[in-house]
């Protein structure tokens, strides 16, 4: 069983013994959200589902009439520009795409695990352990040789996923914010670029900031020149610095929307760390209510 880092290699392997297994294309582009399934359609490892982060991954609910924001639905996880389905929405679309619990789940995208990492997450939090993320992703399948499929894919039997006990624990806004004055008992880590932390831009939202007391760590710092994620060892060293101290227990992950925060979270996993916290709402659900205080800088 594969739970954090599988190789290309490793993949072929369990493709070639036909295991139960079921590989994901996660990739996108916020700024072109058609953009992912298109190149899905140019290549994906064989036999791969899209999963797309907007449809499958997120519950958008509909847009409101006067501002066009986008208005989850109640059973929603949380807000933000990427709400979480509920729990129950999500083991839905599982069922509907076949994928069921004895499986093995390989999730890859095109962007440096950006956008892979929230199924990844989303399936601990449903209780599956057996998902890993390809490591490197498309290109690291094809620079080893991998073959490529184009178009779609064979559409699989509906299963009937059960949720299990979530493997991975969900951090709401009013708990963020009842920590914030508790240091000992929450470190934020911000996983968006520095300029965006800081405040200096906001491309997406519609204040600029962070959350008071967050530490930054932009998720593309995770990924080697290789297009891989560094070693264990080095991503522990690098963690031990920003954590100057801070107990590991108490990191909780962000970033705009709870997506690119997941590399954040899987990399102190790759260092040895036990799974920390994800606060899936984060800058883009806390800056939208303006009773909650914001820091620039």
Known sequence: MYTTLITAEQLQSLMDAKARLMVFDCTFDLMDPASGEKLYQQAHVPGAVYAHLDHALSDKGTPDAATGEPQPHPDAESGGRHPLPSREKFAMW?????????????????????????????????????????????????????????????????????????????????EVARRLDQPAAQTMLDARAPQRYRGEVEPLDPVAGHIP????????????????????????AEFEQLLAGRDPATVVHQCGSGVSAVPNLLAMEIAGYAPTALYAGSWSEWCRNPALPVEKG
Request: proline letters at 4%; charged letters at 20%.
């Open 213 to 236: 007391g967050a530490l930054n760590r932009p998720f593309a710092q995770n990924i080697g020149t290789d297009g891989r994620f560094k070693p264990g060892e080095q991503l522990r």
């Open 94 to 174: 599982l069922s509907g795409v076949g994928f069921a619990n004895d499986m093995q789940a390989v999730v890859y995208d095109r962007n440096g695990a950006n956008y892979c990492g929230r199924l990844w997450w989303m399936l601990k939090w449903a209780g599956h352990d057996a998902v890993a993320v390809l490591d490197g992703g498309l290109q690291a399948w094809q620079a080893a040789g991998g073959r490529v499929n184009a178009g779609t894919e064979p559409s699989h039997f509906q299963s009937n996923f059960e949720l299990g006990v979530p493997l991975r624990r969900l951090v709401k806004t009013d």
